[in-house]
């Protein structure tokens, strides 16, 4: 087993992972289901949900998914309603559905513009607003998937940098509201990532990776289980004291700025 713990440090807890289905969201729901929590997973797509619970159960692991999408709050209650009924109160909840496309403003229409932010900031909002009502207080742990682009600007990226600062500027309005009950809420800042969704959009081609690989102190983008062993720490005991914090885990990457790579 890889990872910073072998033990199951999660017996007996239950994880909710908004956008659960692929990528590096459903490396944390592996991560946490490997260390015993019980998981529950959504996104859109009834066949990736599918997918993504086979490979968590194929492997011993316990959890099951539902199609839902974070823009409708009706959809996430239920989804919520039903993991607490299926499991438990719930110990972790990670908020990581995003959209990606590059294009600058002037090449975007409101609504476009609207969409990303609906899915990353509104949606997040949805995730916790609602599932505050599940958590198991105190002692509960929320994490928000955030990226770079919320405080370096990038090229193309305007309407993924304005959602990630509002999710950013949400993890640390709701701690400080939200801590006297015992609910910790800290964003994950990942660097580029390697095989993912979000990489492939971001870096289309050969040389675009590179350049963005030569923007990172480490010259090399991140593995998905780099992301999920800093989920499982901020999720553990050893991580109690920590909240409203912004960790960022890029290679450096947010040290230099954009570095000049200019995706759009
Ligand atoms: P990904 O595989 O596309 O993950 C996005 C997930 O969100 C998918 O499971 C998708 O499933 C779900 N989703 C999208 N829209 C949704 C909606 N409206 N409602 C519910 N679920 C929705 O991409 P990834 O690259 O691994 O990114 C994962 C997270 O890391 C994102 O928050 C991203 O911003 C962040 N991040 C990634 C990188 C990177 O290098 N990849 C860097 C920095 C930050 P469905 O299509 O089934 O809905
Ligand atoms: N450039 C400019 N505008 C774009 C665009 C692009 N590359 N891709 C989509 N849009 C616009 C659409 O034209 C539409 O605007 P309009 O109604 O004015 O024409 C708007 O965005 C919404 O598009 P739609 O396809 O209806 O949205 P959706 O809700 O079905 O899908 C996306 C959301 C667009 C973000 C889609 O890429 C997605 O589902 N992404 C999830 C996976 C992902 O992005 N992973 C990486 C995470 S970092």
Redesign the pocket.
């Known amino acids: 087993m890889a990872g910073i713990y072998k033990e199951a440090i999660f017996e007996g807890k239950v994880a909710f992972i908004?956008?659960?289905?692929?990528?590096?969201?459903?490396?944390i729901a592996q991560r946490l289901a490997e260390l015993g929590a019980r998981v529950s997973i959504?996104?859109?797509?009834e066949?990736?949900?599918q997918a993504?619970v086979d490979s968590i159960v194929s492997v011993g692991g316990t959890a099951f998914g539902q199609?839902?999408?974070?823009?409708?709050p009706e959809a996430v209650a239920k989804a919520l309603h039903a993991t607490a009924e299926q499991y438990d109160e719930i110990d972790i909840l990670v908020s990581?559905?995003?959209?990606?496309f590059v294009a600058t403003a002037l090449d975007m229409s409101p609504n476009a513009f609207k969409t990303v932010v609906?899915?990353?900031l509104l949606?997040t909002f949805n995730v916790l607003r609602i599932g505050f009502e599940h958590l198991r207080k105190p002692g509960a742990s929320i994490i928000n998937?955030?990226?770079?682009?919320a405080f370096v600007p990038m090229i193309g990226q305007s309407h993924?940098g304005s959602a990630?600062a509002g999710v950013d500027m949400l993890t640390k309005n709701l701690a400080m509201e939200w801590g006297p009950s015992g609910v910790r809420v800290n964003s994950i800042?990942?660097?580029?990532?390697?095989d993912?969704?979000?990489?492939?959009?971001?870096a289309s081609n050969e040389k675009i990776k590179q350049a963005f690989k030569q923007t990172v102190p480490l010259r090399r983008?991140?593995s998905?289980d780099e992301?999920a062993d800093l989920a499982v720490f901020l999720s553990s005991d050893a991580a109690a004291y920590i909240t409203g914090a912004i960790v960022v885990c890029?290679g450096g990457q947010t040290l230099c700025g954009s570095g000049g790579v200019n995706v759009g």
Request: charged share 25%; net charge negative.
């Open positions: 908004a956008g659960g289905s692929s990528g590096i969201n459903l490396r959504i996104s859109r797509s066949d990736k949900v993504a199609s839902a999408d974070v823009r409708d990581g559905a995003a959209g990606n609906d899915i990353d949606g998937i955030s990226a770079g682009q993924v990630k800042v990942p660097g580029p990532i390697e993912t969704e979000g990489m492939a959009r971001l983008y991140g998905k992301i890029d």
